[in-house]
């Protein structure tokens, strides 16, 4: 499975940005999908997750509200909507993906893993 994600980018606090999680792979679509990220001199952190079927998700209390997770699977893509930026969401953002249906919220539950992609937002 590879997972290759875009989007990012400069924004100033209170703005949008969406980013998206291509994936490829005979089994991809299927997998739990996940978003991470990693601040300066900070370990990465889960963000948000959906379930392969789309109809569960869960995020991290700092985001909830203002981002929203979402997948295409005809598409195999992932999508993060963030809106409300803050200074302190800035970060390399990765996507991810598990073969576990639990919810996973560790970066060490999820197998497969895309490149990062930067957000920078400004205050």
């Known amino acids: 499975v590879q997972l290759q994600a875009c989007g990012g980018g400069l924004v100033q606090a209170g703005g949008s940005l969406r980013l998206s999680c291509k994936g490829s792979?005979?089994?991809?679509?299927?997998?739990?999908r996940g978003w991470f990220r990693q601040g300066p001199g900070q370990e990465r952190e889960f963000v948000a997750g959906?379930?392969?079927?789309?109809?569960?998700?869960w995020y991290a209390d700092s985001v909830k509200g203002r981002f929203t997770i979402s997948r295409n699977n005809a598409e195999n893509t992932v999508y993060l909507q963030m809106n409300s930026l803050k200074p302190e969401d800035t970060a390399v953002y990765f996507c991810?993906?598990?073969?576990?249906?639990?919810?996973?919220?560790?970066?060490?539950?999820?197998?497969?893993w895309g490149q990062g992609t930067l957000v920078t937002v400004s205050s």
């Open positions: 991810a993906a598990s073969e576990s249906t639990w919810y996973p919220r560790i970066s060490n539950e999820y197998n497969y």
């Open positions: 959906m379930s392969w079927r789309g109809g569960v998700t």
């Open positions: 792979g005979r089994t991809s679509s299927t997998y739990t």
